[in-house]
């Protein structure tokens, strides 16, 4: 067999092992060495192939493909560079569990460490950030290689969905010529699959709690769906629960057990549980942590599988499950749930807080924080992507509970700000719901690459720009203590750019409104009719910092008159 048909047949061997494995997505950013495995995998007419030169934002594309579908998605470049570029990708990915299954493609071994260009070690390339690395053989034509390559397709696949979920990286050598022979077909092969199973905790230990005082803490993203579970847990404990917004639990439904106002709330002194269930990392909202860290009552850590990310490293029982997997457990079980009284007193300071935030004259002004409440008191039937830092933030301390069948979005593994546009870019590539997204200057900058995968696949995506000319986080931190001369270039680092000339480079259509209702007339129109367009909301970086101090001001006077 020619050189040519043996590349080719092992290859499709390897490609009929990804799709038997759930594969049905592809991200390809092209080049010289992966031209074999980028054009079959391209012409496969079961398979959807995104094409992203730019390899960073494609790796980004992936994820949000991933987050869209809840399916697993291949990535393919070429050798060198190109791969290395995958990296900040990969690191979400294996921090918020997304099953990425990476395809670098290499020089064969006889041109590794001997000057050859376009080459580096790719062995081990993303280090622990992947959960396994596979150094596939260069093509051969035995049955048995044939085999091999299917099963190393199949295998590594699956291992990527499998609990934890994460990124797999497979390396494939080439030989040269690279051209692969297009008559040729796949070889067929046995299929695999595995069965789904579903496990019973053991809660006779821990059924005493459950009927104490209890608050549940909820981080990390969860489909609506998820949502939907764990507030009927808490129904069913008769517990308050406490979750930022991209566990959804804002927007999966109304629930009178969802302290929505948490940042405010934990911001002063308030009651105090006998026990704590916790699931997953720790929510965005910096005051959850810090109450919790003055708590001494039992914690409950619960995990799909124990890999214990208890960053406070205060849990008493860990727990081996899904929420639907505790969920089912505990309804198997009889016992007392604490009285009502118990949520009702939380339930007064969700009351107090909403009442405080409606009252605010600031957010009936043209600002970042009341365009962000209006965007998200409008949305329905939509996604929404939130970007680090201020942005989610925002939609976390100032938005009420959206019950309009919208989706929260975002990338807070390692809470990075790139990425972010492309994220969003293949989140709107698998969705027929208009998608928005929420992005400050700095993570807009990070990643303009990312518009053209918005302009190339003409993706309707209305990107809400708060403009504050820079790192308006730190205006939140100690930083803000420094004199100008210090903090400005290294903290503020103003970018003075023109996002109009942006806009126009990418072809997106460009707004600025000046006031709260044209802004709020743009966004009902993209509701009505999605476009791809970049609405800039121009602020600056001390203004949320001191309508959020007036708030917690505020809130703590009501707090005052309440009980007195």
């Known amino acids: 067999m020619s050189h040519q048909k043996t590349m080719t ?21 092209p080049g010289s060495r992966s031209t074999p495995l980028a054009l079959l995998l391209h012409r496969d007419t079961e398979l959807t192939c995104f094409i992203d030169v730019d390899e960073r934002s494609a790796g980004f594309f992936a994820l949000g493909l991933i987050k869209a579908s809840k399916e697993p998605v291949a990535l393919v470049c070429t050798s ?51 959960k396994r690395f596979t150094e596939m053989t260069v093509p051969e034509d035995s049955e048995e290689l044939l085999r091999y390559s299917h099963w190393q397709g199949l295998t590594n696949s699956l291992h990527a969905q499998q609990a934890p979920k994460g990124p ?11 051209l692969p022979d297009l008559t040729l077909k796949a070889p067929e092969f046995l299929n695999s699959m595995i069965l789904p199973s579903q496990r019973i905790v053991d809660l006779s230990e821990l059924m005493p709690f459950f009927t104490k005082k209890g608050l549940i803490i909820v981080g990390e993203q969860h489909t609506t769906q998820e949502a939907k579970r764990y507030l009927e847990l808490a129904a069913l404990l008769n517990w308050p629960i406490v979750g930022d917004p991209l566990t959804n639990l804002a927007t999966c439904q109304s629930s009178p057990y ?34 919790l860290q003055k708590l001494t009552a039992p914690t409950i850590f619960v995990e799909e599988t124990l890999s214990w990310q208890d960053q406070l490293q205060t849990t008493n029982y860990f727990i081996e499950a899904t929420i639907d997997e505790l969920l089912t457990s505990i309804k198997k079980r009889t016992f007392q749930p604490i009285a009502t009284q118990w949520v009702t007193s939380w339930q007064v300071q969700q009351t107090i807080a909403t009442t405080t935030l409606t009252k605010q004259a600031l957010l009936t002004e043209f600002n970042e924080s009341a365009a962000t409440v209006a965007l998200v008191e409008q949305l329905k039937n939509s996604q929404l992507f939130v970007a680090n830092s201020n942005a989610i933030r925002f939609v976390d301390r100032l ?26 870019a293949g989140i709107a590539a698998n969705q027929a719901q208009p998608t928005f997204l929420l992005i400050g200057d700095l993570a807009f900058f990070h990643d303009m690459n990312g518009l053209q995968m918005m302009k190339h696949y003409q993706l309707p995506v209305t990107i809400v720009l708060l403009n504050n000319n820079g790192g308006g986080i730190f205006s939140f931190l100690s930083q803000n203590q420094l004199q100008p001369e210090d903090f400005e270039p290294l903290f503020g680092t103003p970018l003075n ?13 460009y707004h600025q409104p000046k006031t709260l209702a044209a802004f709020e007339q743009l966004i009902s129109e993209a509701q009505q009719q999605p476009i791809f367009q970049i609405i800039e909301v121009c602020g600056t970086q ?17 707090l005052g008159e309440q009980d007195g």
């Open 80 to 130: 060198g560079t190109a791969a290395a570029n995958y990296y900040p990708a990969i690191c979400e990915a294996d921090a918020t569990n997304l099953p990425l299954v990476v395809l670098t493609t290499d020089r064969p071994p006889e041109l590794r460490n001997v000057g050859a260009p376009q080459a580096m070690d790719q062995q081990q390339l993303y280090a622990s950030h992947v």
């Open 9 to 29: 047949s092992y290859l499709l061997a390897f490609i009929a092992g990804l799709k038997t494995a759930g594969i049905k997505q592809v991200v390809i950013s």
């Open 258 to 291: 969802y302290l929505k106002q948490a940042d405010l709330i934990f911001s002063q002194t308030t009651l105090e549980p006998e026990v704590i269930l916790r699931f997953g990392r720790l929510p965005v909202t910096k005051n959850v942590l810090l109450y």
């Open 497 to 509: 750019m023109d996002f109009q000339h942006v806009a126009k480079l990418y072809g997106a259509v």
């Open 168 to 178: 797999v990286h497979v390396n494939l050598p080439l030989r040269e010529p690279l």
């Open 542 to 558: 001390k203004e949320p910092v001191n309508l959020w101090q007036q708030i917690c001001q505020q809130y703590q006077t009501a």
């Open 399 to 424: 938005t009420a509970v959206n019950a309009n069948n919208v989706t929260i979005h975002g990338n807070r593994g390692v809470n990075g700000i790139d990425g972010l546009i492309s994220t969003t």
